[in-house]
Antibody
Framework: EVQLVESGGGLVQPGGSLRLSCAAS????????MHWVRQATGKGLEWVSA???????YYPGSVKGRFTISRENAKNSLYLQMNSLRAGDTAVYYC???????????WGQGTMVTVSS | SYVLTQPPSVSVAPGKTARITCGGN??????VHWYQQKPGQAPVLVIY???DRPSGIPERFSGSNSGNTATLTISRVEAGDEADYYC????????????FGGGTKLTVL
């Protein structure tokens, strides 16, 4: 079964750091671009970062310089290192697989990140 | 940044047709994808490349894209279709490059 499972969410103080993980199974992880997408409670979806099969990375301006996406193909794992966290980063964070059409065809169940003092 | 505009809500009676629009500047030149999200669940891809359906998605779901508007059409709407729907595009010249619409809440009356 094709599956993505996120972990690592939790409560962190403003200015703190957190590292999210996403474990992939059921497909050749190294062959796909991977993404993180977040959703604040009651709000819409927001793209957070992407990493290509060659390790190239992409970020929106809202997180560039604070978030770092990485992958470890040998472990079928995707990561998101989040530094200098703000209250506005509070959200459910999903990892997602991108197919050649540019669509996200597989999503994890999400992990909650709460930034609060 | 590239902006996608969706109506906040659409209501439809069971068995009728629901149409959810996604507006964007010259969106017809881009590939549009649509996601369904039910409460407490992750999004599910229901339409990609404007009008293609992933395996397992009912034929009742269809899409179109032209000019400044893309449309998700759900025929013979069922109670189980009640959900939030999001459109999404990739615009390499935009920041962010992956853009989602604000979402539309579909209510089945």
């Amino acid at each position: 079964e094709v599956q993505l499972v996120e972990s690592g969410g939790g409560l962190v103080q403003p200015g703190g750091s957190l590292r999210l993980s996403c474990a992939a199974s059921g497909f050749t992880f190294s062959s796909y671009d991977m993404h993180w997408v977040r959703q604040a409670t009651g709000k819409g979806l927001e793209w957070v970062s992407a990493i290509g099969t060659a390790g190239d990375t992409y970020y929106p301006g809202s997180v560039k310089g604070r978030f770092t996406i990485s992958r470890e193909n040998a472990k079928n794992s995707l990561y998101l290192q989040m530094n200098s966290l703000r209250a506005g980063d509070t959200a459910v964070y999903y990892c997602a697989r991108e197919v050649t059409t540019g669509a996200f065809d597989i999503w994890g169940q999400g992990t909650m990140v709460t930034v609060s003092s | 940044s590239y902006v996608l505009t969706q109506p906040p809500s659409v209501s439809v009676a069971p068995g009728k047709t629901a149409r959810i629009t996604c507006g964007g500047n010259n969106i017809g030149s881009k590939s549009v994808h649509w996601y369904q999200q039910k409460p407490g669940q992750a999004p599910v891809l229901v339409i990609y490349y404007d009008s293609d359906r992933p395996s397992g998605i009912p034929e009742r779901f269809s899409g179109s894209n032209s000019g400044n508007t893309a449309t998700l059409t759900i025929s013979r709407v069922e109670a189980g279709d009640e959900a939030d729907y999001y459109c999404q595009v990739w615009d390499s010249s935009s920041d962010p490059s992956r853009v989602f619409g604000g979402g539309t809440k579909l209510t089945v009356l």
